[in-house]
């Protein structure tokens, strides 16, 4: 079965540079091509493509908010971003929107050939420098997820933190500006929202749950 694909850019050179790149995949064919956010909307109603590659900065409409409305509108299009940009705003929210890849324009041939298949098959995938880019964010979505469910506030997180390095009720008084009896019933609190007895296992749950 051909892959009907849409080509989506605002520079002819790109657009040109790509459908000659895919000529050589005898599965692939590029059935149109547009300039601009509206201009591609028309095409897919029109031509109703496979998959659509696009760039993220395009007339009209960002290549995000595009994809955005292309997941929503034909669920079954699948959306390649082929883009100069790494910024993670970009990337995020693309992948937030619903593509299926995310590629820099510096890919080979193989590569974009190859992505095209695997996102035709259902696959996702990314530019393998931007892997670790989203890892962390994804650890980071995962952290505040969890110090959510905690419902430790910052100021609680940061005692743990202070017990974890073996600070005495004292000094951790010191370096708030409280008194010790402040700390103390702060401390209890901790160990209630933890539901554990001591410090020791207050440190000991915290790291389990990665809050410290």
């Known amino acids: 079965m051909t ?3 849409l080509v989506v850019d605002d520079h002819p050179v790109v657009r040109h540079g790509i459908q000659h ?7 692939v064919e590029v059935v149109g091509e547009a300039d601009s956010g509206p201009r591609a909307l028309e095409q897919v109603a029109l031509l109703h493509p496979d998959i659509v ?7 009209g409409s960002d290549g995000v ?3 955005h409305q292309l997941r929503r509108t034909y669920p079954n299009i699948k959306v390649i971003v082929l883009t100069a940009y790494r910024d993670e705003e970009y990337l995020l929210g ?8 995310y590629l820099l324009k510096h890919a080979s041939h193989q590569m974009l050939c190859e992505a095209i298949h695997r ?3 259902g696959e996702r995938l990314l530019s393998p420098s931007l892997i670790s880019r989203v890892l962390e964010e994804f650890e980071a979505m995962a952290r505040e997820r969890v110090i959510e469910n905690s419902q430790l506030t910052g100021t609680e997180l940061q005692i743990l933190n ?3 390095a073996g600070d005495t009720t004292r000094e ?8 010790e009896a402040t700390v103390n019933r702060r401390v209890q609190e901790i160990l209630t929202k933890l539901n554990v007895s001591n410090r020791a296992h207050a440190v000991a749950e915290a790291i389990r749950r990665g809050l410290i």
Request: hydrophobic share 50%.
């Open 162 to 164: 202070y017990i974890a």
């Open 3 to 5: 892959i009907r694909v």
């Open 65 to 67: 908010e595009i994809t």
């Open 119 to 121: 996102v035709y098959r």
């Open 172 to 179: 951790i008084a010191q370096k708030l500006h409280w008194s």
């Open 94 to 101: 693309a992948l937030r929107a619903g593509a299926h890849a």
């Open 53 to 59: 590659i696009l760039d993220v900065r395009l007339p």
């Open 21 to 27: 790149l895919l000529e050589n995949d005898a599965e």
